[in-house]
């Protein structure tokens, strides 16, 4: 017989079950079973039969499957006790659940002298699901490990995997495939989450869609390396496994040490992605984010950074903050170029004290102008990195992430400091403190700009432990600060993860802010993170990184789904564009609390080229959608957009709000075009649908409800 476990949360269920006394397996996880519901029954109706020509046991696809039971596909547990003990076998304690709910599972392997900890919760709000592991080592000789992944069991009807790809400017591209008879693999090695392997993975039935399907989405919430596999093994099992991707030797557990995974959390929706990402933003929002932050507005920003770049000059700052203000921006953030000998990105990088060359005196008359005209200050920093040309590195080389006698690369002209000595750490926070206790700064935009390469300390490898270090400094600060923001940035989206989420609130999602391009890269993102922790900007025209020109009401309306901000040098507009800015500006701060609190929803438009979402409010009584107009499409007009969210039996004002030359020149504008807006019932709103305007390539609009 087996010993059985049963979570439950609002509309879910997580069944595990050990068998013959080893860990536990997660042979269920899906709708919401009746608590009467006899699982001892399991192993009559699912016991498996055995085949001919195969181990006399039956090998467990486990939470963490071992090599030492026979399993032959991805192993959990990897390592290995002075060249012995590296085949082990752990059997079951203890499998209870908490006051919490949780279940707590205790497992040891008395020869290998090690016991596991396995903690699996089911939020009971969210209903996204969260497991880690802890390995101990309770012998008296060292534990090399290798390596520790958790397994989620996925259904044969789970045909189809959704992976996250992309690059600098280019993140959260998503990419279809079937799930081969083999494995997908996905790592990051480059010391944080990368620009091209954001570490999660959705399967799904064929044809999943955001409005349908079942559908598993699993995301590794840890800024280091990373390793995930979807495998198929020869019987025709599948799970998902993410773990730590550990260097050789990076991992040494000396008697009574223990390695605690990342948490993985996972998210599980029968209607399609629209659910499954709710699920994740409920979870985000109400267990990750810091309560006193997430019910804030999130105010709108004016980032220096594409609009002057290094070059700083009281009297052109001074005229940006009133130009700023001008505009409604309420958070002035200073980016790079403000401290040591900043005036390019050779030199500087860990003197973090003011240049006062361009700003004699110091900050003080740049705050006091920012506070005088009602808004708050935020200053870009680089914490982890160093330029060689510095007064940092001059004094302390030593200091940077290397591996003795090898020469250490270069990366933007920069290195890594080693965040796990005490003494690199303690200088940083010293640093940062002074400043931030001279000066009145409620943000602070983190950066972080190259790859980790021959990340060693000590002569170990050191990416766990530098992430751990990051980890540290930034509680440390947050502690000391509570007022002072941080946000999250890696040379845009290069490390972004729900574990940096519990230290920052907002993520800068791109280096990319062609509006375009931000589109597609928004979509992706939507499908782990709500709209007020993604940072989108108005940019200047033609966009710095892609030279493309695009209409001030297309960029607009990109940032507005997101945590809106202003990223150009607002002395190059004209009157009128100011005046533009600052209706986008206002209907911003109209509109956010409905979007940084509402349901997030994606809407199919059955063409390619055109892509619409919007959010709807708890109690249904307001929603606003956006359609965007990616390319020129290939049909004469476009098929009635079907809304999603609202309540049937509801009557709502329905108002287009269409920019200055977004709609195409057409013989006759439909009705609703002409009159700008209607009454109807959700029901009619979602079954039939709204025609849209004929509109430009490039170009986007919106569509606003309110309850009549």
């Not at 899906?30 to 001892?40: E, F, V």
């Not at 400094?473 to 002072?484: D, Q």
Request: with cysteine; aromatic share 8%.
């Amino acid at each position: 017989m087996s010993d059985w476990l049963h979570l439950t949360s609002e509309h879910c269920s997580a069944v595990l079950c050990s068998e013959r006394g080893g860990i536990p397996k997660l042979v269920y996880w899906g709708a919401r079973l009746s608590a009467d519901s006899d699982l001892s029954s399991l192993d009559l109706l699912n016991g498996l039969p055995h085949p001919a020509g195969y181990l006399d046991a039956i090998p467990t696809l486990s939470l963490v499957p071992e090599i030492g039971h026979g399993f032959h596909g991805e192993a959990g547990l990897l390592g290995h006790s002075q060249r012995q003990r590296w085949g082990g076998q752990m059997t079951l304690t203890s499998m209870q659940k908490t006051a919490k709910g949780e279940a707590e599972i205790v497992c040891r392997d008395p020869i290998a002298q090690l016991s596991l900890t396995l903690s699996v919760c089911l939020d009971p709000v969210s209903d996204v699901l969260t497991l880690q592991a802890e390995l101990k080592n309770e012998g008296e000789q060292a534990f090399q490990l290798d390596h520790l992944g958790l397994s989620v069991p996925m259904p044969v009807r789970a045909a189809e995997l959704m992976t996250f790809h992309g690059r600098w400017i280019q993140e959260f591209v998503t990419k279809r495939q079937r799930w081969p008879e083999s494995k997908v693999v996905r790592e990051s090695r480059r010391g944080k989450t990368a620009h091209d392997s954001f570490p999660a993975l959705i399967a799904g039935e064929s044809g999943f869609s955001d409005t349908q399907g079942e559908v598993w989405g699993l995301h590794l919430a840890w800024s280091g390396n990373h390793r995930l596999v979807a495998e198929q093994l020869f019987d025709g099992d599948r799970h998902i496994q993410l773990a730590e991707w550990l260097y050789p030797g990076e991992i040494e557990l000396a008697p009574g040490d223990s390695y605690q995974t990342p948490t993985i959390v996972g998210s599980w929706s029968q209607n399609g992605l629209n659910a499954l990402s709710q699920r994740f933003h409920r979870y985000l929002r109400q267990q990750v984010l810091d309560p006193s932050v997430a019910e804030v507005p999130r105010p709108v920003h004016l980032n220096t950074w594409e609009g002057i770049y290094f070059d700083h000059t009281p009297e052109h700052l001074l005229r940006m903050v009133d130009q700023a203000a001008d505009m409604g921006v309420e958070r002035f953030i200073l980016d790079d170029g403000w401290f040591g000998a900043r005036d390019d990105d050779h030199a500087g990088l860990g003197d973090w004290t003011v240049n006062m060359q361009k700003h004699p005196g110091g900050l003080h008359y740049l705050i006091d102008a920012v506070k005088a005209r009602g808004m708050e200050f935020g200053l870009w920093f680089e914490p982890e990195m160093v330029n060689p040309d510095s007064d940092l590195y001059r004094a302390h080389p030593d200091w940077v992430l290397q591996v003795e006698d090898y020469e250490q690369l270069l990366g933007r002209y920069q290195y890594v400091l080693d965040l796990s000595r005490p003494e690199v750490s303690e200088y940083l926070w010293n640093s940062i403190d002074a400043i931030l206790t001279e000066y009145d700064i409620r943000y602070i935009k983190w950066d972080m700009n190259r790859d980790l390469v021959q990340p060693g300390s000590g002569g170990v490898a050191s990416v766990h432990r530098q992430t751990q270090a990051l980890y540290q400094l930034m509680a440390r600060i947050r502690e000391a600060h509570p007022h002072v923001e941080i946000e999250n940035c890696s040379s845009g989206g290069g490390r972004i993860d729900y574990g940096l989420m519990q230290h920052t609130q907002r993520i800068w999602l791109s280096d990319c802010i062609d509006a375009l391009e931000r589109q597609r890269m928004q979509y992706g993102a939507s499908l782990f993170f709500p709209p007020e922790v993604l940072g989108s900007h108005l940019s200047k025209t033609p966009a710095s990184t892609t030279n493309r020109v695009l209409n001030l009401g297309f960029r607009g309306i990109t940032a507005l789904f997101a945590h809106f901000g202003i990223e150009l040098d607002s002395s190059t507009l004209t009157a009128l564009e100011r005046e533009e800015v600052l209706a986008l500006v206002n209907l911003y701060k109209d509109k956010r609390a409905l979007i940084h609190h509402g349901d997030f929803y994606r809407l199919p438009t059955g063409v390619d080229s055109v892509q619409a979402y919007g959010t709807v409010a708890e109690n249904g009584e307001e929603a606003l959608f956006a359609v965007a107009t990616l390319s020129l499409p290939e049909t004469m007009r476009l098929p009635p957009l079907r809304l999603l969210g609202l309540d049937a039996k509801t009557t709502y004002r329905l108002e287009f709000w269409i920019p200055e030359g977004t709609a195409a020149h057409c013989t006759e504008k439909s009705p609703l075009q002409i009159e700008g807006a209607g009454e109807f019932t959700g029901e009619l709103l979602m079954q039939l649908g709204v025609q849209l305007p004929i509109m430009h390539p490039q170009s986007a609009m919106l569509i606003s409800l309110t309850t009549v």
